[in-house]
RNA sequence: GUGAGCGUAGCUCAGUUGGUUAGAGCACCAGGUUGUGGCCCUGGGGGUCGUGGGUUCAAAUCCCAUCGCUCACCCCA
């Protein structure tokens, strides 16, 4: 037997329903906050997100879908959707179009790692981007929308987290500080943040290994050194965020994996989900346009985890959708009578009611528990006595009490079932 | 890449110190008055016990290998 590929999911149609609703509530949200949708290719060239997201980041480094075409071009299955987002920004000059360009999507990306609860390598993510103003209160829309969808959502069990990485230059003067700080401290690290301490020291505060966290906990801290537009930018986040009431704390270990933040980060978690805990991340990357051969140009964004999203409403029961059902379920008495069925549907679809009839040639019976398992709201039955004498019958499902309607008045069985709705 | 746990019906699982034709619940199909659902009752179909090898008179059960799944580490959504 073929099966999927490791790390991949098949959606069944009976969970589809989750799917959309949310995808709903998704497209409703960004309306409300004026973003348009974009759609980008699947794949990308690899230096996208080599120059993008950075070399030295895990993504880059051991998690990519990397592979030649046939004419020898690397390409690689989006990771992440910022830089192909900031790419067709460029490439299609969308900023020359109005100053400030507010983007959200919905697409799958692809991660070879090894999956877990609320991982897989092809998972979907939808966030959004805006691309064109340096204003903090856009970084505090940005937790506000994420976080809003969320709540909608139901989930409880939320915890946001912000900090600020400084501009570039205050960065690089801090990561000489700490890099003085640790200097005669890094034969005691371990390994892996050994190895940060040259490639990317700022996330040795990453490290989960207790040793590190001693030895860290006495570091300087970035957000202690920060330039003073950071700084004030920070405080209207944060302001901005207290009088919308969202809940947050300042973590100033929030040192997020791809390269290209600046100032504000951010992440929302989740206790409902296992280890991995993050149902959201973002922050402002005001670098990456230039660094993609655009004009200089302040952005920010968020993306957030489909799968676990909805994995924490699981667990959660943060909300329920209704059962589906038809509204009619044809039933045809005589067996010969199977075109007059096939006809009777036709009729109606195309007045709008759905509905379905037996393919199978079975009896009465089964026919009736067919309608039941598929929460028909009404019953026609065709055929026997009643068909000779020009009628039929229309049963209504919730209560049991049954009509006769003339075969030949269609429209007088539409309006039946359309004005008599079952709630 | 590393570590741990688990693979028996479509699903959830039972299966004794190795011992007849491998079971249950749910789901599916048929029937329970000639043309009517849910609840209930009766019957039925469906399994290479993940795969390959080994031990044995005898393997779902013991051993080895292999594949797959799950969870965790790393990191991230």
């Known amino acids: 037997m073929i099966k999927a590929i490791t790390g991949t999911k098949d959606i069944l149609p009976s969970d589809i329903a989750k799917w959309h609703y949310l995808e709903k509530l998704l497209r409703e949200t960004f309306h409300l906050y004026n973003y348009k949708e974009i759609r980008t290719p699947i794949f990308e060239e690899t230096a996208l997100f080599a ?64 999956p877990q609860a609320g991982r897989l390598r092809q998972f ?63 034969n005691k690290l371990s390994e892996d943040s050994r190895r940060r301490f040259d490639t990317n020291i700022l996330r040795i505060f990453d490290s989960k290994i207790e ?34 009431g969202i809940p947050f704390q300042v973590d100033p270990t929030l040192v997020r994996g791809l390269d290209y933040y600046t100032k504000l980060t951010f992440e929302i978690d989740s206790g409902s989900v296992g280890a991995q805990t993050a149902l959201c991340g973002g922050g402002r990357y005001d670098l990456l346009i230039e660094t993609l051969g655009g004009k200089p140009t302040p952005a920010t964004g968020f993306a957030a985890g489909v799968e676990r999203i909805l994995l924490a409403c699981e667990n959660e029961k943060s909300f329920i959708i209704p059962e589906q059902s038809i509204d009619v379920y044809l039933i045809r008495v005589d067996s010969a009578l199977e075109t007059v069925v096939a006809d009777f549907s036709s009729d109606l679809r195309s007045q709008n009611i759905s509905c379905d009839y037996d393919y199978l040639n079975r009896s009465v019976k089964a026919q009736m528990r067919e309608a039941n398992k598929m929460n028909a709201k009404y019953v026609l039955f065709i055929g026997g006595d009643e068909y000779k004498n020009g009628m039929m019958n229309l049963k209504n499902m919730s209560n049991g009490s049954e009509e006769k309607i003339p075969y030949s008045n269609i429209n007088q069985l539409i309006e039946r079932i359309k004005t008599n709705p079952i709630s």
Do not use: C, W
């Open 124 to 186: 979907n993510q939808f966030g959004a981007e805006a691309i064109g103003s340096k204003s903090p209160l856009l970084d505090a829309e940005m937790i506000q929308l994420a976080y809003g969808i969320l709540k909608s959502l139901g989930l409880k069990n939320l915890t946001v987290k912000i900090n600020s990485l400084g501009t570039p230059e205050t960065r690089e003067t801090y990561k000489k500080l700490l890099k003085k700080f640790l200097e005669d401290k890094k």
């Open 51 to 114: 120059r993008g997201i950075g070399e030295e980041t895990d993504i880059v480094g051991k998690e990519m879908y990397t592979f030649k075409d046939r004419s020898e071009t690397s390409l690689t299955l989006k990771p992440e959707m910022t830089a192909p987002v900031v790419r067709s920004y460029i490439e299609h000059s969308l900023g020359a179009q109005q100053p400030l360009t507010k983007l959200y999507y919905i697409s799958s990306m692809f991660r070879q790692e090894r």
């Open 211 to 244: 040793s590190d966290q001693n030895i860290i906990k006495d570091a300087p801290k970035l957000i202690e050194h920060l330039d003073e537009e950071s700084k004030s930018d920070f405080e209207i986040v944060k302001n901005q965020l207290s009088k919308t």
